[in-house]
């Protein structure tokens, strides 16, 4: 499976950015979807996910950003971005009757102050 992501970089506090991840694998063949953050010194954390149709956010992005996604596409439309949101974020992808993780290589989001 691969992962390619698109969109992040550079933004204001307040500012808005979207990013989406498209899977090389049909969107039937998909159990979940998410995105995950790591900033510098920092563990990698949940931001999103969606699941059977469920979307479940981190506390400290509720309000601010919206998942959705499309048969194998998912995106992530980020609103109100805070500086504290800076941090590479990553696409994960876990398949029906599977145990593997997948993992995009990470696109960059910058929020200055």
């Known amino acids: 499976v691969q992962l390619v992501e698109s969109g992040g970089g550079l933004v204001q506090a307040g500012g808005s950015l979207s990013l989406s991840c498209a899977a090389s694998?049909?969107?039937?063949?998909?159990?979940?979807m998410g995105w995950y953050r790591q900033a510098p010194g920092k563990q990698r954390e949940l931001v999103a996910t969606?699941?059977?149709?469920v979307n479940t956010y981190a506390d400290s992005v509720k309000g601010r950003f919206t998942l959705s996604n499309a048969r194998n596409t998912m995106y992530l439309q980020m609103d109100s971005l805070k500086p504290e949101d800076t941090a590479v974020y990553y696409c994960?992808?876990?398949?029906?009757?599977?145990?593997?993780?997948?993992w995009g290589q990470g696109t960059q989001v910058t929020v200055s102050s």
């Open positions: 994960n992808v876990q398949q029906y009757y599977s145990a593997i993780d997948y």
């Open positions: 694998v049909p969107g039937f063949s998909i159990k979940t």
């Open positions: 969606i699941s059977s149709g």
